[in-house]
């Protein structure tokens, strides 16, 4: 086996070269994979559930699915693999990601209906799909594809529209599982200032790494919220 250093930066992770095959980013594309394997957790966990399920359950556990898969995409194609497929494999991860975030939106919708008049439910999810919708187009279009499309339709997702939902629910219901969402979409903010600021230890656990295990801790409370609102015998 050979480590072969970063000619790129110097605090990315080093190659290695196992054989014939060449992974680029090892630990990160580990640390990445990390919140896809949250994913695949909570997505198991909500497959086995028996129990009596909210209207929002199928919708958070697609929510899971998709970013499980998704995260795993952006790991290796994004990383690992990168050796081996173009840049423009990266946009599998950033439309799988964003397709998930809708189901997360359209999972917390569920949650407030009862809350709201039809005419504005409708409203917010022609809002929410549409936006959602033009991201992905925008992300598909060669000329007008690249990484800060998947940041801003993930901002606009969670910060303009499910957080304010959750803070919403929260005021009328003193619902825990939103109490728990609006923690981890609080806890979003961190990963950004670690990676602006590069926040590292050194190359095999750099601001990549650190951002990506911040990241799959934000997915396990969302997995703990999801499953306040989905499972009904834990309903708050």
């Not at 407030?112 to 809002?127: D, E, G």
Request: proline share 4%; charged share 10%.
């Amino acid at each position: 086996m050979q480590i072969v250093d970063s000619l790129i930066d110097p605090i990315i992770n080093p190659t290695l070269i196992i054989g014939e095959f060449e992974w680029r980013e090892p630990i990160t594309t580990l640390t990445d994979s990390l919140t896809g394997f949250v994913c695949i957790f909570a997505f198991v966990v909500f497959s086995k559930y028996k129990g009596k399920k909210s209207e929002s359950f199928k919708y958070f556990k697609i929510f899971f699915l998709l970013f499980s898969i998704g995260m795993l995409s952006a790991a290796w194609f994004g990383h690992g693999l990168a050796a081996y497929v173009t840049p423009r494999w990266k946009v599998i991860g950033w439309v799988i990601n964003s397709t998930a975030n809708l189901f997360l939106g359209l999972a917390t919708l569920k949650e407030i209906i009862p809350l709201i008049k039809p005419h504005i439910s409708r409203w917010i999810k022609v809002v929410f799909i549409s936006q959602v919708s033009i991201f992905i187009l925008l992300m598909l279009i060669p000329s007008t594809s690249f990484f800060g499309l998947a940041q801003l339709c993930s901002l606009v997702s969670l910060i303009g529209m499910v957080l304010p939902m959750h803070i919403f629910n929260f005021s009328k219901t003193k619902s825990q599982g939103s109490k728990l969402f609006i923690i981890a979409i609080g806890m979003g903010v961190l990963p950004g200032i670690i990676f602006n600021t590069q926040l590292s230890v050194n190359r095999w656990f750099n601001y990549h790494d650190i951002s990506h295990v911040v990241m799959a801790t934000i997915f396990f409370v969302l997995f703990l919220a999801a499953r306040k609102f989905s499972f009904l015998k834990q309903h708050n």
